[in-house]
T-cell receptor
Framework: ETGVTQSPTHLIKTRGQQVTLRCSSQ?????VSWYQQALGQGPQFIFQYYREEENGRGNFPPRFSGLQFPNYSSELNVNALELDDSALYLC????????????????FGPGTRLLVL | QKEVEQDPGPLSVPEGAIVSLNCTYSNSAFQYFMWYRQYSRKGPELLMY????GNKEDGRFTAQVDKSSKYISLFIRDSQPSDSATYLCAMSRSKAAGNKLTFGGGTRVLVKP
């Protein structure tokens, strides 16, 4: 069974640029959630994709957007980068509802560390 | 006030001691409770997942949930240096596909040999 993978591992951008982060979900999972983790803090929910549709969004501006593909992999796009966007971006995958005990439990990838200068 | 509060630590204990971690929360809609372990520069790793009030044990780990007090705990017995990490509590309202996890800020634990 393949776990959640993310790319790239590290990224450096300048303020105002755009960035795309990628995530491959764990085998058998059809739901992907994205989180932002600032240094020394817990992860903050950005949004979730289920069957290629956005299925919940946290308190993040519209310049944070995403996609989910038919193979359940996902992208997070951030436009007009700001210094405060520097963080670890985590992707988590889970199985959908009614798929058994613990469905909805989220398994995290290693993250992409983004630095905005 | 944050929905989930967690002491940031650091919590330093000698090898073999019991590590005691806890979180408090304000939203009574939370029904599912999780503990994750996060090593430096890595993604969170799921340790325990509980639903109802009471205790759940898995090896050296015991999770407790007290919904009436809005308080959850994680105990690690016979702690090892490899247990040194940040421990995050997380909660959700539903296990359905639309659940979002709300995290505490994490407690850094250091187990000294």
């Amino acid at each position: 069974e393949t776990g959640v993978t993310q790319s790239p591992t590290h990224l450096i951008k300048t303020r105002g640029q755009q960035v795309t982060l990628r995530c491959s979900s764990q085998s058998g999972h059809n739901t992907v959630s994205w989180y932002q983790q600032a240094l020394g803090q817990g992860p903050q929910f950005i949004f979730q994709y289920y069957r290629e549709e956005e299925n919940g969004r946290g308190n993040f501006p519209p310049r944070f957007s995403g996609l989910q593909f038919p193979n359940y992999s996902s992208e997070l796009n951030v436009n007009a980068l700001e210094l405060d966007d520097s963080a670890l971006y985590l992707c988590a995958s889970s199985s959908g509802p009614n798929s058994g005990q613990g469905s909805g439990t989220q398994y995290f990838g290693p993250g992409t560390r983004l630095l905005v200068l | 006030q944050k929905e989930v509060e967690q002491d940031p630590g650091p919590l330093s204990v000698p090898e073999g001691a019991i590590v005691s971690l806890n979180c408090t929360y304000s939203n009574s809609a939370f029904q599912y409770f999780m503990w994750y372990r996060q090593y430096s520069r890595k993604g969170p790793e799921l340790l325990m997942y509980t639903y109802s009030s009471g205790n759940k044990e898995d090896g050296r780990f015991t999770a407790q949930v007290d919904k009436s007090s809005k308080y959850i705990s994680l105990f690690i017995r016979d702690s090892q240096p490899s247990d040194s990490a940040t421990y995050l509590c997380a909660m959700s309202r539903s296990k359905a596909a639309g659940n979002k996890l709300t995290f505490g800020g994490g407690t850094r634990v250091l187990v000294k040999p």
